[in-house]
C-alpha cells in the first residue's frame, strides 16, 4: 500500500550491479524495510549481500514473506499452521554467490529468516489438536527450518519446550519433526490421545478412563509432510498421584505414579504403582502381536482398608487380606477382564456354604467379555465363581449412563442354566437362611444406598430354611417376580 526506495544501478561488461537503500514498505500484512547490493553474473544467477527487517507482521501472513527458494511444500505448511497472531521483528540476512544457495555448510554464504512470533496458534498436522497463543521463534537457516515455542497451551494445558524442525528443505521428501512437553490435568492428555490419530491407532485403549490428578507428557512426531498418514509418532505420559478409573466395572485406581509409554500402534508401562481400596498393586502393559493391548496387575486387598472406601454390610462378615491378580484386554474397543485370587488370609464368618478360615482357599474369579449384539448395541458377558460354592452368569447390555442386565443365573451349590429370560437365583444348599441374606442386600441397608438386585426367578432347594423369622424343612420352591409381585 505504501512503497519507498532509493536505488542505483550500473551496468559493465553485461552485468548488472544494483544498489538498494532504503526500502521502505507497509501493507495490511506487515511492515518493514530493506537494504543491499545486488550483482548479476554472466554463468549463474549472480551475487547478493541483502538485509531486510519486517518491524510488523500478521502470524498468519508470514508464509508469504518466505523467498521462493523456500518449496512450496514448506510454504504450504506455513500457510496451513500458523494462524493467528503476531511476528514481531522478522530479519532476512542473504549473502553469498546465489549458484551455492542455501549455504547449508554456512561457509559459502548467509541464508538466514528470523522472527519472532507472539499469541499465534501451531496447526502442526490436519487431525491433531492443535497448539493454541504460543510464543517462540520461527529460524530458516542453510537447508533448516525450526520453530521453536517458549510456550502455549493445548485444552488449556501449558505446554513448553515444542519445536517444529525441517532438518534439510532440499530433501524429496521433506521431514517434519516436531517434539514438545506439556505438564496438566490427566483428564485434558485423555482428550488430547482421544481427539489425536493416536486413539485410532491404538485402537481408542483410552476411551472410556477417567481421570484425577495431574502429569507431564512428552511428544515427538516424525511427519513426511507429502504423505501425513505416515507420520511416526513416540510419547510418554507421567502419572503423578492420580486416580484413574480404567474400566466401569472395576473400582478406581489411586496414588497411580508411573509412565505411559505410546507410538502410533502401541502403548506400554512397566512397574506403575497404584492402590485399589487402599491396598498397594504394580500395573503393567504392552501391545501384543495381534495388536490387543494387555493389562497385567497384582496386588493385594485388605479388608481393613476397603472398609474405608466400600460402605457394605457385606465386608462386616469378612477379615484379613489376601493376594490376587487380573488383566484387562482391550481388542477391537472391547475390554476383556479377568480377577483371580484364592482367598487365603480372608476369614469369613457369612453362613455356610461362604464359611471359612483365613488358612483355608477358596477360588475366586471374576471374568467380563464381549457378547454378540444387534447394530448400535454393547453387550457383554459376565461370569462370577467362588469354589464350587457359587457360579454366576450374567448377559448385560449398555445403554448411554445405565447397564441392564437382560438375562442371567445365580447359583449356589449347584450350576443351572441361563433362563430363556430374566435372572435366576438358584440354591440347593443344607441350610439357608433368607432373613440374613435379605436384610444384608436389602436396598439402602447398609450397601451403599444400593437398588437391590435384578433377580427375577427364585430357586431353592433345602433341608432347613429360615424366614420371616420361622423355621421350614425339606422346602423346594420355585419363584417367579411379575411386574411388582412374587
Do not use: C
Request: glycine share 10%; charged share 25%.
Amino acid at each position: 500500500e505504501q512503497l519507498s526506495a532509493k536505488l542505483n544501478w550500473t551496468m559493465a561488461d553485461g552485468r548488472v550491479d544494483l544498489q538498494l537503500q532504503n526500502l521502505a514498505f507497509d501493507n495490511k500484512d506487515a511492515a518493514g524495510s530493506a537494504s543491499g547490493r545486488y550483482r548479476s553474473s554472466l554463468d549463474g544467477p549472480g551475487e547478493i549481500d541483502m538485509s531486510a527487517r519486517l518491524t510488523r507482521a500478521d502470524g498468519a501472513a508470514v508464509w508469504r514473506y518466505m523467498p521462493l527458494a523456500v518449496n512450496r511444500d514448506v510454504r504450504d505448511w506455513l500457510r496451513a499452521s500458523i494462524t493467528g497472531g503476531r511476528a514481531d521483528d522478522a530479519r532476512l540476512r542473504l549473502k553469498g554467490d546465489l549458484k551455492d544457495f542455501p549455504f547449508a555448510d554456512g561457509k559459502q554464504g548467509i541464508f538466514q529468516v528470523s522472527a519472532k512470533i507472539a499469541g499465534a496458534d501451531l496447526r502442526y498436522a490436519p487431525g491433531w489438536p492443535g497448539i493454541g497463543n504460543i510464543d517462540g521463534d520461527l529460524l530458516f537457516e542453510g537447508r533448516r527450518m525450526l520453530i521453536r515455542a517458549d510456550k502455549g497451551s493445548i485444552y488449556g494445558v501449558t505446554v513448553s519446550g515444542v519445536s517444529a524442525e525441517i532438518p534439510d528443505l532440499e530433501a524429496p521428501e521433506e521431514i517434519i519433526n516436531i517434539a514438545g512437553r506439556a505438564a496438566g490435568p490427566t483428564a485434558d492428555f485423555l482428550r488430547f490421545i482421544e481427539a489425536s490419530p493416536v486413539s485410532e491407532k491404538i485402537d481408542r485403549f483410552t476411551e472410556g478412563m477417567r481421570a484425577g490428578g495431574s502429569g507431564t507428557l512428552a511428544l515427538k512426531l516424525t511427519m513426511p509432510l507429502r504423505q501425513v498418514a505416515n507420520t511416526l509418532i513416540a510419547g510418554e505420559y507421567q502419572f503423578l498421584r492420580n486416580e484413574l478409573t480404567v474400566d466401569s466395572d472395576l473400582p478406581p485406581l489411586t496414588e497411580v505414579n508411573g509412565r505411559l509409554h505410546f507410538t502410533g500402534g502401541s502403548v506400554g508401562m512397566k512397574d506403575a504403582r497404584a492402590q485399589l481400596l487402599g491396598s498397594p498393586l504394580v500395573i503393567n502393559a504392552e501391545t501384543r502381536g495381534d495388536g490387543a493391548v494387555a493389562i497385567t496387575a497384582q496386588g493385594s486387598l485388605n479388608v481393613a482398608n476397603m472398609r474405608k472406601s466400600l460402605d457394605h454390610r457385606l465386608l462386616e462378615h469378612f477379615s484379613g487380606s489376601t493376594a490376587w491378580r487380573g488383566t484387562v484386554l482391550v481388542k477391537n474397543r472391547n475390554a476383556d477382564v479377568k480377577l483371580e485370587s484364592n482367598l487365603q488370609g480372608i476369614a469369613s464368618s457369612l453362613p455356610e456354604p461362604f464359611n471359612k478360615t483365613s488358612t483355608e482357599t477358596m477360588p475366586f474369579k471374576f471374568e467380563r467379555s464381549a457378547a454378540a449384539a444387534a447394530a448400535g448395541t454393547t453387550r457383554d458377558q459376565v461370569r462370577i465363581s467362588l469354589g464350587n460354592e457359587l457360579s454366576a452368569h450374567l448377559l448385560r447390555r449398555h445403554e448411554k449412563e445405565r447397564t441392564v442386565v437382560e438375562r442371567g443365573v445365580i447359583g449356589i451349590g449347584e450350576a443351572p442354566p441361563l433362563p430363556e429370560k430374566g435372572v435366576l437365583l438358584a440354591a440347593s444348599v443344607p441350610a439357608f437362611n433368607a432373613d440374613f441374606w435379605r436384610g444384608l442386600f436389602a436396598p439402602g441397608a447398609g450397601n451403599g444406598g444400593g437398588s437391590g438386585h435384578p433377580v427375577t426367578l427364585l430357586s431353592l432347594k433345602t433341608a432347613e430354611l429360615t424366614a420371616f423369622d420361622r423355621h421350614f424343612h425339606d422346602v423346594n420352591l420355585r419363584a417367579s417376580l411379575q411386574d411388582d409381585t412374587w
